[in-house]
């Protein structure tokens, strides 16, 4: 009976709890990494939308919490307090993340709640300006001759262009591996790249359409399913599974995640709110400036979410394994 009791008063109490929902608390969004780039531009966009969505008084702060490829920021929203006022906004690392390191501090399908897909970013595939290859298939067939001599830039462990980098190298089957060479962050490998002291990369539109337009650098494929037909820069460039890679496809999704035991009614609130803002014309022509393309689909819903991501995961997790890319 007293047990019985005491579940009723926590039940009354949730309930009061998201009645009340978001109060005067700020609803605060956790980014993995420094203000500026990419992931963070997308929350605060975000952010912006859900508050008109959520009413007035309804107060969404971003918060930046860098280091260890984003464990981190993960790790802090893990274990905070369930109550819909600690979130977090994180890319393609969420599915990374079990094969980059050897332990983690949280669990990445077990210890959130899944609010649902924000955005997809493709990638493209770029080379030094100084090389001679012109067209992908001539860019393929010189890497396969000399992949021994040649390295590839990312942005750090876990970030999109190392994992891109991993999956193209494995899905090309080199006789020789390239040699990778990591960065302190996009800037400092694409001017690298740039310069010519790496000789290729692979990064999200969000970093490289502006390089490529600019003749910066040179591009030879996306990693979408498909050409691009309907960007204007992008649509001159084919798809790598186009070209013969089978089966690669490539995205830096966003999603947004809340910790684990957070009340359904706050999950539904936030969710609901999440989905006005993707149809928020503001939000959708920021994020298109971005090279970001809005889900539509059934991602949008938190069980989809969660079962895209956990296929991500048994993606990601053998490729980054077979290359033995490990951190504590």
Same mark, same amino acid.
């Given at each position: 009976m007293k047990r019985l009791l005491v579940l009723a008063v926590a039940?009354?109490?949730?309930?009061?709890? *998201?009645? !009340?929902?978001?109060?005067?608390?700020?609803? #605060?969004?956790?980014?993995?990494?420094?203000?500026?780039?990419?992931?963070?531009?997308? *929350?605060? !966009?975000?952010?912006?939308?859900?508050?008109? #969505?959520?009413?007035?008084?309804?107060n969404l702060v971003v918060e930046n919490v860098n280091g260890a490829g984003g464990t981190i920021a993960a790790t802090k929203v893990a274990k905070a307090t369930p109550d819909g006022h600690s979130l977090l906004l994180w890319h393609i690392g969420m599915a990374a993340t079990p094969g980059l390191y050897r332990k983690l501090q949280y669990k990445p399908l077990e210890d959130f709640e899944y609010l649902g897909l924000v955005n997809e970013v493709p990638m493209t595939l770029i080379g030094k300006p100084q090389l001679a290859a012109n067209n992908?298939?001539?860019?393929?067939?010189?890497?396969?001759?000399?992949?021994?001599?040649?390295?590839?830039?990312?942005a750090g462990l876990g970030s999109a262009s190392h994992?891109?980098?991993?999956?193209?190298?494995a899905a090309m089957n080199l006789s020789e591996p390239m040699t990778t060479i990591p960065f302190g962050g996009t800037a400092p490998a694409m001017n690298a790249l740039m310069g010519g002291q790496v000789d290729i990369m692979c990064d999200q539109t969000t970093n490289?359409?502006?390089q490529i337009e600019g003749g910066r650098v040179k591009a030879y494929a996306v990693t979408t399913a498909k050409t691009m037909s309907n960007h204007k820069l992008l649509k001159n460039y084919p798809s790598l599974q186009e070209m013969g890679l089978k089966g690669f496809e490539l995205t830096v999704w966003n999603g947004l995640y809340a910790p684990k035991g957070t009340p359904a009614a706050i999950l539904k609130q936030l969710n609901t709110a999440m989905k006005a803002a993707l149809q928020d014309p503001a939000f959708i022509s920021k994020q298109d400036a971005l090279g970001a393309v809005m889900v539509t689909d059934k991602r949008v819903e938190p069980e989809a979410h969660k079962a895209f991501v956990a296929a991500?995961?048994?993606?990601?997790?053998p490729v980054i394994e077979a290359a033995g890319k490990f951190a504590d």
């Open positions: 039940a009354i109490s949730m309930l009061a709890q *998201a009645q !009340d929902y978001p109060g005067t608390k700020p609803i #605060t969004i956790v980014v993995p990494f420094a203000a500026g780039g990419p992931t963070d531009r997308v *929350a605060r !966009d975000l952010a912006e939308a859900m508050r008109k #969505t959520m009413g007035g008084s309804a992908y298939r001539d860019f393929e067939n010189y890497v396969r001759a000399n992949s021994g001599k040649l390295n590839l830039a990312h994992l891109c980098g991993l999956m193209w190298q490289t359409t502006g991500e995961i048994a993606k990601l997790k």
